[in-house]
């Protein structure tokens, strides 16, 4: 510890730690004019808590946590009668109680920073190269900064505050369709095991071993257990980059806050949705409908069966080979170009025949097949006549691993010539199917699964 020449306290070295603070506090030489200088005490005082702050930036979110239960927890036992009770629900979940108010992690790694920034468009302002920063920009500036690169410390670039990246993930919900219908595991590191269970067959086990007896009064009872896998989530990096001209960030910040608010969010959820359907596993997601994924059955083609071609039968039997306890979460998802085939689907009636989907030209498609949603994206693994034109899906079969951390970065060279900042957003994310393998039904009738495809039709 360094001896200090006077009180005044940005000269002292602050410490970062309990026993170094009592071991200044001992030195009664070194600080008898600090404590007669109630204002010098007091920034040194203020200085070693912001040096605890940025030395480790959880510390400040786990003691508001503790602060705000502690607080409620003395409002619920000791307000006094005759007050109205006060209500101390997150605005949040008062809103709508829907999944997406759960988005926000208090424990996520920008949660510290949530209180720095006013909205997007500030956040990204402030690390535009081109600012003109205030000394309270400046501070900000340092402090993401810090926050990223105690949490990845090889790469460069400012951490999203956690407001601002659940509320690009809320906004990505209206545009995706894997993500808000799948599990999603918040990710505290970047590897994390999930357990699962190694099913094969419900004929004489469930849950790949538990076998259950009926057993009279007093008789021994018969053992069995239950056959545990896991699955591992390794966070895969998903960059989002644009280039956004030098006056819209000068001259109109409200225009590109809304720029951005629209345009990341849809980047970030087409991108995830194509790897999270069809990825290959190996440095992207591996894709519900990939061909990796074990667990998929296939549904043949009708004997005769025209090429591409999608029939009745097609559907009904893609129907029967769904879980059952995954049927009121199932959805269809197709192909754009599988429209014609589905809407002049026929079921045949003797020597005659009546529409299924589409009963007239006047009202609009039914956007639902035997009562489950159809989700028609471009996004589908196949065209019409593939493998993967349609398919019915539970997805929440479908694990997502979320690291929960969100970086950006702006840069002035790469397009300087054209007087553009080019702005990068990361985000650290994985996903693979819950289940090995289809599952045998306990009658030992055909293999079922919550990922159905119908086979090709060439």
């Known amino acids: 510890m360094n001896t200090t020449t006077g009180a005044d306290p940005e000269r002292m070295t602050i410490p970062t730690t309990a026993v170094e603070l009592e071991a200044m506090l001992g030195d009664s030489k070194a600080m008898q004019k600090v404590f007669a200088d109630k204002v010098a005490f007091g920034e040194f005082i203020t200085n070693y808590a912001r040096s605890v702050h940025n030395r480790d930036l959880a510390v400040a979110t786990q003691v508001k946590e503790e602060t705000q239960r502690v607080l409620a927890q003395w409002l619920r036992d000791e307000q006094p009668e005759g007050v109205g009770r006060i209500d101390l629900t997150p605005r949040e979940v008062v809103a709508t109680g829907s999944a997406r108010n759960h988005l926000h992690n208090p424990r996520a790694m920008g949660a510290a920073l949530d209180r720095e920034f006013s909205g997007a468009a500030e956040y990204f302002k402030t690390i535009w190269h081109n600012a003109n920063r205030t000394a309270d920009m400046q501070a900000k500036l340092t402090r993401v900064r810090n926050a990223f690169s105690s949490t990845v410390p090889s790469e460069g670039g400012f951490l999203i505050p956690e407001t601002l990246r659940s509320e690009m993930l809320r906004l990505s919900l209206e545009a995706g369709i894997v993500r808000q219908r799948a599990r999603v595991i918040p990710m505290e590191t970047l590897r994390v095991p999930f357990p699962a269970i190694d099913s094969t067959s419900n ?250 495809q119908l086979a090709a039709r060439a």
């Not at 960059?239 to 720029?259: K, R």
Request: aromatic content about 10%; hydrophobic content about 45%.
């Open 203 to 452: 004929v004489s086990s469930v849950y790949g071993g538990v076998v259950c007896y009926w057993t009279e009064e007093g008789a021994a009872l018969t053992e069995s257990s239950a056959s545990f896998s896991r699955i591992v989530l390794d966070a895969k990096k998903l960059t989002a980059y644009t280039t956004v001209p030098n006056e819209l960030l000068s001259d109109s910040i409200s225009s590109f806050e809304t720029f951005i608010n629209q345009i990341f969010p849809e980047a970030l959820a087409f991108n995830e949705d194509i790897a999270f359907l069809k990825g290959s596993g190996v440095g992207e997601p591996l894709g519900a409908l990939d061909a990796n994924n074990a667990a998929i059955v296939q549904v043949a083609k009708e004997t005769g069966q025209a090429a591409d071609t999608i029939v009745w039968e097609n559907i009904v039997k893609m129907f029967s080979r769904m879980l059952p306890g995954s049927l009121d979460r199932a959805v269809w998802v197709v192909s754009p170009d599988t429209f014609p085939e589905l809407a002049t689907m026929a079921l045949s009636v003797g020597t005659g025949g009546s529409a299924i989907w589409l009963n007239n030209g006047q009202a609009g498609p039914p956007m639902t097949i035997l009562g489950r949603p159809v989700v028609v994206t471009e996004k589908a693994p196949g065209v019409l006549g593939d493998v993967g034109d349609i398919s019915f899906v539970d997805f929440g079969f479908y694990l997502i691993g979320d690291r929960q951390v969100m970086s950006a970065m702006s840069s002035p060279h790469f397009k300087f010539s054209q007087d553009q900042t080019a702005y990068r957003i990361i985000e650290r994310v994985d996903g693979r199917p819950w289940l090995q393998s289809a599952i045998t039904p306990q009658n030992g009738g055909p293999t079922m699964s919550p990922f159905v």
